[in-house]
């Protein structure tokens, strides 16, 4: 695996959903990686929509609504690519799409997306599977 800051990723919406009600969880731990600069993290304008949409849907505390923002402000934009990988979920398609821009994952609790399993060079893979990854190429143990 390449270094960390070399690392691609799309965060799912659930990702931040995760964050916002659990700040220590896996996913949040992902975006404040994403912030710091550890990681690089993909978006397109569709991803962006919807991750402010669902932030206002669940009422989000102003806070985390910054945070969302930070977090697209340094997002890298890229163009969606069109995929033959199709999720079940017409909705979730445009991260997919965003993914075959050139990501090396897709971070994802969505079972949807999870059984795609991939797209382009990216695996979809859990927040948790994400951190396992990163301590075994740090050569970390658990």
Known sequence: MRQ????????DTNCFLAAHWNPSS???RIIRMCLQGKLRHLCTPAVARELRRMVAQVGARPEFIRLVEQFLSTAEVV???AVPERA???E???FLECAAAGADYLVSSDNHLLDVRGTGRALVVKPSRVLRYLKED????E
Do not use: Y
Not at 4 to 11: C, K, Q, S, Y
Not at 138 to 141: A, D, N, V
């Open 4 to 11: 960390n800051a070399r690392i691609r990723v799309v965060l």
């Open 79 to 81: 163009e969606p690519v």
């Open 138 to 141: 740090k050569g970390e143990k």
């Open 26 to 28: 896996a996913s949040a």
């Open 92 to 94: 979730d398609q445009k």
């Open 88 to 90: 079940a979920d017409p």
